[in-house]
């Protein structure tokens, strides 16, 4: 089993419905967000490019992350799924400084929280809270070993890419293109 996500990047619309939906799920403090929206304008006025995507954790097959985590708060559970340990931690911001896709942040109550795919919904066999309330039913997310997940699916029909692909981490979110 291998969890993994794509964002269709031609139907996001970055009405930040999947942040609200994330925050509201797993109790995130206001001013902080596990997932967010990123636009992206490439060309030269008047030839212009609106990409928008809705980026979070990249649950890594290679996490930097977790190897730089001292105590071990940070680590990988079944189906990939890269947590943080909240007791575990310590705070002390390694695995931010670690992390290219800056995917975690300091929680106020002193640790580092990050998105988590849901893991707690997945186990009952329900949707990531983001998935659930996309209304473009931009974001696909998925067992990829299960040929016939929404996520493997879409894989196999569209062309996507990964962010940072350099840093080596092997993420597993993948933008559609």
């Known amino acids: 089993m291998r969890y993994a996500m794509a964002m269709d990047t031609k139907k996001c619309v970055g009405c930040s419905d999947c942040v609200v939906a994330c925050q509201t799920e797993n109790n995130v403090p206001h001013g902080y ?39 071990g708060a940070s680590h990988i559970i079944e189906g990939g799924i890269v947590k943080v340990t909240h007791v575990e ?21 002193g640790y580092v929280d990050k ?43 569209r062309k996507w890419k990964v962010n940072a692909p350099e840093a080596g981490t092997k993420p597993q979110v993948y933008f559609l293109i």
Not at 35 to 54: K, M, Q
């Open 89 to 109: 931690c310590i705070g002390c911001g390694a695995c931010i400084q670690a992390c290219p896709y800056d995917a975690r942040y300091f929680h106020p109550d």
């Open 115 to 157: 998105c988590t795919f849901c893991d707690h919904r997945v186990a009952k066999g329900q949707e990531t809270a983001c998935v659930a309330v996309c209304p473009t039913k931009c974001l696909y997310f998925g067992d990829l070993e299960d040929y016939n997940s929404p996520v493997s699916k879409v894989l196999r029909e």
């Open 33 to 71: 967000c596990r997932d967010w929206i990123v636009e992206n304008v490439d060309g030269t006025y008047p030839n212009l490019e609106l990409e928008l995507r809705s980026e979070r954790c990249n649950h890594c097959d290679d996490t930097p992350c977790v190897r730089t985590c001292p105590t």
